[in-house]
């Protein structure tokens, strides 16, 4: 059985709150094709003192993992390359990168190619939008 969980999404938020365990300020990558779902998640990140770029496609998610990020948080549908191939670029090239993925659904051949890409979490996008939304974190 999977031991993969989704992400708690008040774990996640008062981690990013706290500034993250190990290093006080990250450097984030978030490649969504969604451009309101990136907006929303930049803010909030950038607002817990985090450093964020952003990437609308695969093509420029693939591009950003040059540019020093300690973590990537990739959406799974995209276009140009999908969350999986950019997620297989970041294992081979940079395994250093801490990997996280969000879809609107996962299912369970999703999870499987997750697991072997080493993904640290996931997230549903509606749930992660609803609680930041909810903790009025950021002004909509």
Excluded: W
Aim: aromatic share 6%; with cysteine.
């Amino acid at each position: 059985s999977l031991t993969f969980h989704y992400l708690d999404v008040i774990n996640f938020i008062e981690q990013a709150q706290a500034g993250g365990t190990i290093m006080k300020s990250l450097k984030i990558l978030i490649a969504d094709d969604d451009v309101s779902f990136r907006t929303l998640l930049r803010r909030y990140l950038e607002k817990a003192g985090h450093g964020v770029c952003l990437a609308k496609d695969g093509d420029e998610a693939i591009n950003g993992l040059t540019t020093g990020i300690n973590v990537l948080i990739t959406d799974m549908d995209m276009p140009k390359y999908n969350g999986r191939e950019v997620l297989t670029v970041a294992k081979h090239g940079f395994p250093h990168i801490r990997r996280i993925a969000m879809s609107e659904k996962f299912h369970d051949i999703t999870l499987q190619n997750l697991k072997e890409l080493e993904v640290e979490m996931i997230f549903e996008k509606e749930h992660l939008k609803k609680a930041l939304q909810d903790a009025d974190l950021i002004p909509l």
